[in-house]
């Protein structure tokens, strides 16, 4: 078990800057997360950390050993591939105990550990079969199996479930989050998947374009977002974002834009003024508030779309030029007809403001005091 | 169901006997080709044991003569040298298929794996050593290799043909390294092997049917090759066996028998190769290891 962190870790190839600048620190014992687009230089990082490819500027430490010089071999990192990368001429026995033999392991304290690990992944019976004869899920836990066996200062996973299918990856995501609690290995995950980051981490990197945008626990991620492309990034469907201006012209501060008004939280109001006037403003789906009738607190839209999932319903509605999605109880959705119009409103207190070139979040006082996060589930229809 | 139980026989059988007509007819077609590339093999080999009265009857009978002779096969070993030339061949070929395949390794892992300043460069480099008649080459090489003094030595033989092997086991080899995943490798590195042993514990034995097919590859050509052996080596003492099959057609007669029987003999040893390296030229060993 150790701690990492990276210093101003950068990775230039030829004609192109992978990974820029960044600063990570992971502490002991934390499930680290990577989350990007493709490209986004997560993958790079993680094989930064890992030895494979060579820091360009800045340093990485493991524990308090600076290991940007350090071959693979001597950093006491494990990793998963994210194709497994199981040797396909040995069997279960040999590729768990590879690790172990070219370390010199006694043979009997081989045998141990990898009964151990094989009994605690269900690999027992498959010991003496090779890669070519196992299932997907099998090979991804032979894969895991390798990593845990060293007992590593650091797990690196490189999107280990892409492969699998979609309930078996939802069955390993828990699987490999309880062996990482209950084995308190510090370990750092990427993914570009952000539902599986949101699930798995014990604290969010978002990366894009070679840059970290945010470094949060999952719930501040999704509430508070430090730029637009997190906030379009985390969170399915992704938050509603619209271009606006500040109107102060009426009795109220109202945002105006793409033909909706909407209107602004008073508290935000000396935040935005310093903007200027590009700003973007976005709220959860879930902080939407549709009702039959405007309530002073919204616009009115019509409905475009009704998607019932079950467990809730996405109501996709369009109001002016703009489209925003409002996630609804489904038994509230069953009233709504595709096509009706509705008044579509906000919780003020949710909004968040982006700057418009940058992105940037705007920052400004929240009025933590009115709490309720799902309105929906009172408003009237 | 009821329908189909309810159709007329011959709509079940037709399409049952055309299957079996469609089988039938691969087969045929499989031993057709088949037997045009052994017919020769066979032809060699029953001309080798006819009496030398039958070999040029007319029509020429396809089956092995009633009072077949192995005789000529006696006469090789006891009157010619074809001992000592299968010997100096097996010596040439195997030492120019082994170092072929070693430094052909060494550099076909170079360019399969690492990123350096000539590398697409040496690549085209070592096709473009291919483009050359083998003649005209060999006048320069005679030249060069005569001051050096390695005329008339096997060694020396050897080293030509390496010369003309290393590329092209490199250009092979290349691929078969290409196909080995190299997350295979990094698995390794990271799990405590260096890069030596890495190349020894994961790469090479993946690539055992590159290998093998390699090595057999070069084999045959230096077993085959005349050229060069004819240029380079004077003394019959050092004679490949295609050298030594030459020297039986003489200016007024050619004995036919010996000459089959010579080239059946010549032709075993690569059979036997073959047989011995045949499980590993079958592909899909790396096959599993990682999900595609």
Not at chain 1, 34 to 47: E, M, N, Q
Request: with cysteine.
């Amino acid at each position: 078990m150790a701690t990492a962190r990276l210093e101003n870790v950068t990775k230039r190839y030829p004609g192109h800057l992978a990974v820029d600048r960044i600063n990570l620190s992971i502490e002991d014992g934390e499930f680290l997360v990577l989350v990007g687009p493709s490209g986004c230089g997560k993958s790079t990082t993680l094989r930064m950390i890992a030895g494979l490819e060579h820091v360009t500027e800045g340093n990485i430490w493991v524990g308090d050993r600076r290991v940007n010089d350090v071959s693979p071999r001597d950093r006491d990192v494990a990793m998963v591939f994210q194709n497994y990368a199981l040797y396909p001429h040995m069997n279960v026995f040999m590729n768990l105990s590879y690790s172990l033999r070219l370390r010199r392991v006694p043979r009997e304290r081989i045998e141990t550990l990898v009964n151990q690990v094989a009994a605690t992944l269900d690999l027992s019976p498959l010991l003496n079969r090779k890669p070519v004869q196992l299932s997907g899920g099998q090979r991804q836990r032979v894969a895991l199996g390798r990593a845990i066996i060293r007992e590593p200062k650091l797990f690196l996973m490189d999107e280990p479930l892409s492969n699998l299918d979609a309930k078996l990856r939802v069955q390993t995501r828990t699987e490999i989050t309880r062996l990482q609690r209950r084995l308190g290995v510090t370990t750092v995950y990427v993914t570009h998947d952000q539902s599986e980051a949101m699930t798995m981490g014990s604290r969010i990197a978002v990366m894009n374009d070679g840059k970290i945008l945010q470094i949060a626990v999952p719930r501040d991620l999704y509430r508070n977002p430090a730029n637009s492309f997190v906030a379009e990034f985390v969170g399915t469907p992704p938050m509603n974002l619209l271009s606006v201006r500040l109107d102060r012209s009426g009795s109220v501060d109202r945002l105006t834009g793409g033909g909706v008004r909407i209107p602004c939280p008073e508290s935000a109001v000396e935040a935005l003024e310093a903007v200027g006037q590009g700003f973007r403003v976005g709220f959860r789906p879930e902080d939407a508030v549709i009702s039959g009738s405007n309530t002073g607190a919204g616009f009115f839209g019509q409905v475009v779309a009704v998607e019932d999932l079950g467990h809730e319903a996405l109501v996709t509605v369009s109001a002016g030029n703009a489209q925003f999605i409002a996630r609804l109880p489904p038994a509230r959705a069953e009233q709504i007809r595709h096509g009706q119009r509705i008044a579509f409103g906000v919780e003020p207190s949710k909004l968040r403001f982006f700057d418009g070139r940058k992105g940037a979040a705007v920052a400004f006082p929240l009025d933590e005091s009115l709490e309720p996060v799902r309105r929906h589930g009172s408003c009237p229809l | 169901m009821t329908e189909v139980r309810n159709t007329p026989i011959f709509e079940n059988v037709v399409p049952r006997i055309s299957r079996a007509a469609g089988k039938l007819a691969i087969a045929a077609t499989a031993v057709f080709l088949c037997s045009i590339g052994v017919f020769p093999f066979y032809w060699m080999f029953v001309t080798s044991i006819r009496p030398s009265t039958e070999i040029f009857e007319f029509p020429p009978r396809v089956l092995p003569s009633a009072d077949s002779v192995f005789s000529p096969y006696l006469t090789l070993f006891e009157e010619t040298d074809l001992a000592q030339w299968l010997l100096n061949s097996t010596g040439v070929s195997a030492a120019t298929a082994f170092f072929a395949c070693l430094f052909g390794a060494m550099a076909a892992y170079a360019l399969s794996r690492f990123r350096f300043s000539g590398r697409e460069t040496s690549q085209v480099v070592l096709l473009m050593t291919q483009m050359f008649p083998a003649i005209l080459l060999a006048l320069p090489m005679f030249v060069f290799f005569s001051r050096l003094g390695l005329l008339n030595s096997l060694f020396g033989l050897s080293l030509a043909y390496l010369a003309f092997l290393i590329p092209v086991a490199a250009v092979l080899l290349k691929a078969f390294f290409d196909a080995i995943p190299v997350e295979l490798e990094e698995a390794s590195l990271i799990d405590g092997a260096s890069r030596i042993g890495t190349l020894f514990r994961i790469t090479l034995p993946l690539s055992l049917p590159g290998l093998a097919s390699t090595f057999l590859f070069c084999f045959i050509i230096s077993w085959d090759e005349f050229l060069f052996a004819r240029m380079f080596i004077r003394q019959p003492d050092n004679w490949t066996v295609s050298l030594g099959l030459a020297s039986f057609s003489g200016e007024f007669v050619t004995p036919w028998d010996q000459v089959m029987a010579a080239a059946t003999i010549i032709t075993l040893p690569v059979a036997v190769i073959f047989l011995a390296l045949q499980r590993y030229l079958v592909r899909g060993l790396t096959s599993g290891g990682v999900k595609g």
